[in-house]
């Protein structure tokens, strides 16, 4: 659900391809007449990239990558990616695995190929891509079997998409972000045959600190495993639990910083605004929780909205900062409140 100025751009569950104002809630346009199941890739000069899934009839077309015109929701145009690896935006413009999974591929704004490049490395030829630092790479396992061999980390030339194989990551190696210049990835601690680190209360036994030019790994310790979805936000590892237990760990050495119990289930992943130097996290009913980041003390909370509607139980949370408006998604239901003044208003 990225922002762009007061714009919000929604899709999922609950929400066709949606531009609304952050602040008043009104509808600017929509696209497509269902739902569809992943949220839009980002926002960019102008462009919104976002997905369309084939009609149900159509068996052998694949989902499309498609970037449609911010202003008006006007399709500008589309490309066939995978059906299940997320495409990222990046410095020269957006990269996503082929609809073979068999190859990296980049396009511009104006849906030019850039290049293709093969999908392999050392560690195996099962490809996901991410971006780090506005730079690509790809993530690489053994296609028969992703629980050996670890993780081949690829650095994709952003000009033409030559790969240089970076360092082999422990099996299930969650890419982060950056801190102080070294590429973060978390090792999950996974169950004997468990090879996805998909879980809501998924564990980490450590942080792994990579130099983009040497490959060397740094691997640090995470303090006591934390557990749960976990956001970067400004060096700092926010772990929150569905319970509502909320953990910050700073990225660089791996110390625990706070915990703290909230006794409000199942919270978004966090924002943090510098302003009002707060962290802000919503729930499913569209509960809104504001934590001081440095210690984990609640500064506020809401109780639920109204009418989260009939999709609350089944999907995620999400909560961003557009301007001065913190907007939040809670079921099939958008919301927004100032971060000062949190009186809710639903939509």
């Given at each position: 659900m990225p922002g762009d100025s007061t714009a919000v751009y929604c899709a999922g569950t609950g929400f066709t391809v949606t531009r609304f104002d952050a602040a008043s809630g009104r509808v600017d346009w929509r696209r497509g007449?269902?739902?569809e199941t992943s949220l839009p890739v980002g926002v960019r000069d102008g462009r919104v990239y976002t997905y369309r899934k084939p009609d149900s009839?159509?068996?052998y077309i694949t989902r499309r990558l498609v970037a449609l015109d911010a202003k008006?929701?006007?399709?500008?145009w589309?490309?066939?990616?995978s059906e299940d690896e997320p495409a990222a935006l990046f410095s020269r413009g957006i990269v996503a695995m082929d609809e073979n999974k068999t190859a990296f591929v980049a396009y511009d704004g104006s849906g030019r190929q850039l290049w293709k490049a093969p999908a392999k490395s050392s560690a195996g030829d099962a490809c996901a891509v991410t971006v780090l630092n506005g730079a690509p790479y790809g993530l690489c396992t053994p296609v028969d079997d992703p629980g050996k061999g670890g993780v081949g980390l690829l650095r994709l030339d952003p000009a033409d998409g030559t790969a240089h194989e970076v360092a082999t990551l422990p099996t299930g190696a969650r890419p982060?972000?950056?801190v102080d210049g070294q590429l973060l990835f978390l090792t999950p601690k996974l169950a004997k045959s468990q090879f996805a680190a998909n879980g809501e209360d998924q564990p980490y036994t450590a942080l792994n600190l990579v130099d983009p030019r040497t490959g060397a790994v740094k691997r640090v310790p995470a303090p006591g495993t934390?557990?749960?979805t976990v956001t970067l936000l400004d060096g700092v590892l926010y772990f929150d639990r569905?319970?509502?237990t909320v953990t910050a760990v700073r990225a660089a050495d791996g110390k625990r910083l706070w915990q703290r119990a909230t006794e409000i289930e199942n919270l978004s992943a966090p924002v943090r605004s510098k302003k009002f130097d707060t962290l802000y996290f919503a729930n499913r009913y569209g509960r809104l929780l504001a934590l001081n980041p440095a210690t984990g003390a609640v500064r506020w909370r809401t109780a639920a909205i109204r009418d989260p509607g009939e999709s609350a139980e089944q999907t995620t949370p999400y909560v961003l900062q557009v301007k001065d408006a913190i907007v939040a998604v809670a079921g099939d239901t958008a919301f927004s409140v100032r971060p000062d003044r949190p009186t809710v208003t639903a939509k």
């Open positions: 007449t269902s739902p009839t159509a068996t008006t929701g006007t399709e500008l589309a490309r066939p990616v982060m972000g950056v934390p557990r749960g569905p319970g509502g």
